[in-house]
């Protein structure tokens, strides 16, 4: 969420700030071996996630994600 959307959902007393970081970066830095499988679960930026996500570098077996179907 962003400061304006917590603020909107009750939660301006729970907001905080965190870095964001390049999926690929994390992959690189914290995967010793290719994954099978990726699970996105990031609250309405799992088509952004993808679309940052290097598939020929990293190409998953299965990728799970959430759909909101509007």
């Known amino acids: 969420f962003d400061r304006e959307v917590a603020c909107q959902q009750g939660f301006e007393d729970h ?3 965190v870095p964001v970081l390049n999926i690929n970066k994390i992959l690189e830095e914290n995967c010793e071996r290719q994954p ?3 699970d996105i ?3 309405g930026m799992d088509f952004d996630l993808l679309n ?3 598939t020929n570098r990293f190409p998953f077996k299965m990728i799970c994600t959430e759909v909101r179907v509007r």
Do not use: F
């Open 15 to 17: 907001y905080m700030e």
């Open 52 to 54: 940052a996500l290097d």
């Open 36 to 38: 099978d499988i990726l």
């Open 41 to 43: 679960d990031t609250e």
